[in-house]
């Protein structure tokens, strides 16, 4: 050990992953704990992609995406935001993560630093830190009424050392949703600053007012904004298990993407590739059903919890959890083993998400309404104990 990169030996352990391992055996188990609802891939997504088997894709392939998928992805956000985004702003990655990993990768490394807001998804603290930068956090604040952001206090904590802002909108885990006021100013700022934005914008079609979708960079962008998209096809297609994502990019840094991507997975198969476009093209009635359950099995949990006096959550604005806490209860990974030890429901500790999620849980209501029910009523009854 010892003997290690210092950044691989101090990678953190998943604190959600540590849950799921504390008692992912369990028989009477609902696993509300990662971000993944309950629905297979659809049908017509798998056939595309045994077509693609069945023509004999499995060979090497273009290192950037077949030119089919980054057309229909260009085409996705054109009709998603408007312009007139082209192909050469893709790049098919192995997933979102991947995605995140080339996007710091381009623009942080040793002795950098990247500021994100807190809570926020934990991945991005970690890979930052795998490739020896620091992850500033800023929290962020909470009330009844909803998460906020203070734009200001996030740019204060810029140094020579940034490099990039990171901004979650939808944001995994609190539900909050950046208006397009708040985007350009965190734009107008980074350009004052020369600085990047990685825009995780993953649940942007995940949201519960009357707009269809989230509000984004895109809407407020230049050309020659310094800014990386992170997506990708798990949430929206049901395909958390094929580990297949995207980067929006400036065409220029082309080459500098596809040399990121050989040297780490060389690319994403054909076959996959093929159920992507799918999902891109005849995918949109199966993602308007999707929000429209979670929508219901929000309701459904907070119907719940509502009537319990000791818990406290802002209603989630976007994506797909609710992030409560339970007043009394300040270590959420102990709590969080103490619910699915007693109750047999699995929930994300808080913590997992950066000191400003300690105390807190996260619930994903992307689910059956059997399964929320069920797991309303053993929280119910946990809660009154």
């Given at each position: 050990?010892p003997?290690?990169?210092k950044?691989a030996?101090?990678?953190?352990?998943?604190g959600i992953v540590e849950?799921?391992?504390?008692a992912?055996?369990?028989?009477d188990l609902?696993?509300?704990w990662?971000?993944?609802?309950d629905l297979?891939?659809?049908?017509?997504?798998?056939?595309?992609a045994n077509?693609g088997?069945?023509a004999?894709?499995?060979?090497?392939?273009?290192?950037?995406?077949i030119p089919?998928?980054?057309q229909?992805l260009?085409?996705?956000?054109?009709?998603?935001?408007?312009g007139n985004?082209?192909?050469e702003?893709f790049?098919?990655?192995?997933s979102g993560?991947?995605?995140?990993q080339?996007?710091?990768?381009?623009?942080?490394?040793e002795?950098?630093e990247?500021i994100?807001?807190?809570?926020?998804?934990?991945?991005?603290a970690?890979a930052v830190?795998?490739m020896g930068a620091k992850?500033v956090r800023?929290?962020?604040?909470?009330?009844?009424?909803g998460?906020s952001l203070?734009?200001d206090?996030m740019f204060?904590?810029v140094t020579?050392?940034?490099?990039?802002?990171?901004l979650?909108?939808?944001?995994?885990?609190t539900?909050w949703v950046?208006?397009?006021?708040t985007l350009?100013?965190v734009l107008?700022k980074?350009?004052?600053r020369g600085?990047w934005v990685?825009?995780?914008?993953?649940?942007?079609r995940?949201?519960?007012?009357?707009e269809?979708?989230a509000p984004?960079f895109?809407?407020?962008a230049e050309?020659g904004d310094?800014i990386?998209?992170?997506?990708t096809f798990?949430?929206?297609w049901?395909m958390t298990g094929?580990?297949?994502?995207w980067l929006?990019?400036?065409?220029?840094?082309?080459?500098?993407?596809?040399?990121?991507?050989?040297y780490?997975t060389?690319g994403v198969a054909g076959?996959?590739?093929?159920?992507a476009?799918?999902?891109?093209n005849?995918?949109?009635?199966?993602v308007e059903e999707?929000v429209a359950?979670?929508?219901t099995?929000?309701?459904?949990?907070?119907?719940?919890?509502d009537?319990?006096e000791?818990?406290i959550?802002a209603?989630?604005?976007?994506a797909?959890?609710l992030?409560?806490?339970v007043?009394?209860f300040?270590?959420s990974r102990e709590t969080a083993k103490?619910?699915?030890?007693e109750?047999?429901?699995?929930?994300?500790?808080g913590?997992a998400?950066?000191?400003?999620?300690?105390?807190y849980?996260?619930?994903?209501?992307?689910?059956?309404?059997n399964?929320l029910?069920?797991?309303?009523?053993?929280?119910?009854?946990w809660?009154?104990?």
């Amino acid at each position: 050990m010892p003997s290690l990169r210092k950044q691989a030996r101090d990678a953190p352990e998943s604190g959600i992953v540590e849950v799921m391992n504390f008692a992912r055996e369990r028989e009477d188990l609902i696993p509300l704990w990662v971000g993944e609802g309950d629905l297979k891939t659809p049908e017509f997504i798998r056939q595309a992609a045994n077509r693609g088997l069945e023509a004999g894709e499995t060979f090497y392939t273009y290192q950037r995406g077949i030119p089919e998928l980054r057309q229909a992805l260009a085409d996705y956000h054109s009709h998603q935001y408007g312009g007139n985004l082209t192909a050469e702003e893709f790049y098919v990655t192995g997933s979102g993560m991947q995605a995140m990993q080339i996007a710091i990768q381009c623009v942080a490394g040793e002795g950098d630093e990247v500021i994100l807001h807190d809570p926020a998804w934990p991945n991005l603290a970690a890979a930052v830190g795998v490739m020896g930068a620091k992850a500033v956090r800023v929290p962020m604040r909470f009330s009844p009424n909803g998460w906020s952001l203070d734009v200001d206090r996030m740019f204060d904590a810029v140094t020579p050392r940034t490099t990039a802002i990171y901004l979650n909108s939808p944001c995994n885990p609190t539900g909050w949703v950046a208006d397009r006021e708040t985007l350009k100013a965190v734009l107008d700022k980074a350009r004052q600053r020369g600085l990047w934005v990685i825009a995780d914008e993953v649940y942007s079609r995940f949201v519960y007012g009357a707009e269809a979708r989230a509000p984004s960079f895109h809407d407020v962008a230049e050309e020659g904004d310094r800014i990386l998209y992170v997506n990708t096809f798990s949430k929206n297609w049901a395909m958390t298990g094929w580990r297949i994502g995207w980067l929006g990019a400036p065409a220029e840094l082309g080459q500098v993407i596809e040399n990121l991507i050989q040297y780490s997975t060389s690319g994403v198969a054909g076959f996959m590739q093929r159920a992507a476009i799918a999902a891109l093209n005849h995918g949109d009635g199966f993602v308007e059903e999707q929000v429209a359950r979670a929508k219901t099995g929000q309701a459904l949990i907070r119907e719940v919890l509502d009537d319990a006096e000791q818990v406290i959550y802002a209603p989630p604005e976007g994506a797909f959890y609710l992030f409560f806490k339970v007043m009394g209860f300040d270590n959420s990974r102990e709590t969080a083993k103490k619910i699915v030890s007693e109750t047999g429901v699995g929930l994300a500790p808080g913590a997992a998400f950066g000191p400003a999620g300690e105390g807190y849980l996260r619930l994903c209501f992307a689910r059956s309404r059997n399964d929320l029910a069920q797991a309303a009523e053993r929280l119910q009854g946990w809660l009154s104990r």
